[in-house]
């Protein structure tokens, strides 16, 4: 068996209906229903204090992760899981890579850069914050059972490498 399985397996077995309730609550960090507004909000308080280079940042970050994540789901079509009963209806897209993984590294990345700019002395609070709110993030996908591990890691690199890329163009 798989180590995929392994671990869609180990969390099943421990499920409650209070790890449901708090994943199905916490999975919704990565969701662009809840960044992209957030993302826009953030960008016009930027814009506001004349910070063009993070608002661009956030934009071409967030943006960028979102179209290459859906593209690369798009070309590679894996299936979702179906190992065990999902705690939430399975989207329709593509199980590889984790849009919600790709999204949240990709928007809590440049909020750690812009903070690591702009208020260097917050930077290790907003590193810390990142890393919870991916930690998390991830993590729903796996228990919810819509993602395999591998989806959730693969969304990670692709989130970090995006970020390093927009970065180093910018």
């Known amino acids: 068996m798989s180590w995929d399985h392994q671990i869609l397996l180990f969390m099943a077995a421990h499920r409650s209906e209070g790890l449901d309730a708090g ?9 662009l ?3 992209a507004p957030l993302a826009v909000l953030l960008v016009a308080a930027l814009l506001y204090f004349q910070k063009r280079w993070e608002a661009l940042l956030l934009v071409v970050g967030l943006g960028g992760a979102a179209l290459w994540v859906h593209l ?11 190992l065990v009963e999902p705690v939430i209806a399975l989207p329709a ?11 949240i590294v990709a928007f809590a ?3 750690v850069l812009i903070v690591r ?10 590193m810390a914050v990142a890393a919870l709110l991916i930690a998390v993030v991830a993590a729903s996908r796996v228990y919810l059972q819509v993602h395999y591990p591998s989806d959730v890691l693969g969304g990670f ?7 390093a890329l927009a970065r180093k163009i910018l």
């Open 23 to 31: 994943f199905r609550a916490v999975t919704w960090l990565g969701s």
């Open 33 to 35: 229903y809840v960044l």
């Open 72 to 82: 690369t789901k798009a070309i590679l079509g894996r299936p979702r899981p179906a």
């Open 93 to 103: 897209d593509g199980s590889f890579p984790s849009a919600h993984t790709t999204q």
């Open 109 to 111: 990345l440049c909020v």
């Open 117 to 126: 700019r702009t208020w260097p002395e917050w930077q290790f609070t907003a």
């Open 157 to 163: 690199v692709l989130g970090i490498g995006w970020i």
